[in-house]
Antibody
Framework: QVQLVQSGAEVKKPGASVKLSCTAS????????MHWVRQAPGQGLEWMGI????????KYTQEFQDRVTVTRDTSTSTVYLELSRLRFDDTAVYYC??????????WGQGTLVIVSS | DIQMTQSPSSLAASVGDRVTITCRAS??????LAWFQQRPGKAPKSLIY???SLQRGVPSKFSGSGSGTHFTLTISNLQPEDFATYYC?????????FGPGTKVDIK
């Protein structure tokens, strides 16, 4: 069955970077899109961006365009999201989610990122 | 960006009830609309895509309808596990956007 397993919680200082991982299993990793969605404490869902199946194309919201780097390791079916120049309001649970197209089908369990001085 | 709104923001219902949640888009999104369920402390779960198609494994008590700018999610025979927050999302154009959510509570 399709599974997305994300890395553990992180605590970072403002200005630092964080690198999150999302390891896929149960399907051909290179045939599907991968979305990133975050949720601040007590808030709704915020779509961050998408990586295309090719791995060479991606789209992010304007807020994240110059702060996000996404890489993939096809040998381990893992996607990495690195968010730089962290701010207090980046504190959130970050989800990876698989899409067959632009719609989301399966979700990872989420990674909590706390930005604190 | 396409703005998504949901109504109501919350509702209280009893086990066995049928509830309907409305989602509106600020412009025509055809049927590029998905619904998600999120229980407290859990990751979201995908329920519906293309406005009315059930994701694999989702029971038929969930149903979606609509096109253009007006959509609904209906949940029949509410059970304790259905009490959660429900989000709509448009995927017609970037950036993809979510509605603010509708919390379904036990009456």
């Amino acid at each position: 069955q399709v599974q997305l397993v994300q890395s553990g919680a992180e605590v970072k200082k403002p200005g630092a970077s964080v690198k999150l991982s999302c390891t896929a299993s149960g399907y051909n990793f290179t045939n599907y899109y991968m979305h990133w969605v975050r949720q601040a404490p007590g808030q709704g869902l915020e779509w961050m961006g998408i990586v295309y199946p090719s791995g060479s194309d991606s789209k992010y919201t304007q807020e994240f365009q110059d702060r996000v780097t996404v890489t993939r390791d096809t040998s381990t079916s893992t996607v990495y999201l690195e968010l730089s120049r962290l701010r207090f309001d980046d504190t959130a649970v970050y989800y990876c989610a698989r899409g067959s197209g632009y719609d989301v089908e399966y979700w990872g369990q989420g990674t909590l990122v706390i930005v604190s001085s | 960006d396409i703005q998504m709104t949901q109504s109501p923001s919350s509702l209280a219902a009893s086990v066995g009830d049928r509830v309907t949640i409305t989602c509106r888009a600020s412009q025509d999104i055809s049927i590029f609309l998905a619904w998600f369920q999120q229980r407290p402390g859990k990751a979201p779960k995908s329920l519906i895509y293309a406005a009315s198609s059930l994701q694999r494994g989702v029971p038929s008590k969930f149903s979606g309808s609509g096109s253009g700018t007006h959509f609904t999610l209906t949940i029949s025979n509410l059970q304790p596990e259905d009490f959660a927050t429900y989000y709509c999302q448009q995927y017609k154009s970037y950036p993809l956007t979510f509605g603010p959510g509708t919390k379904v509570d036990i009456k």
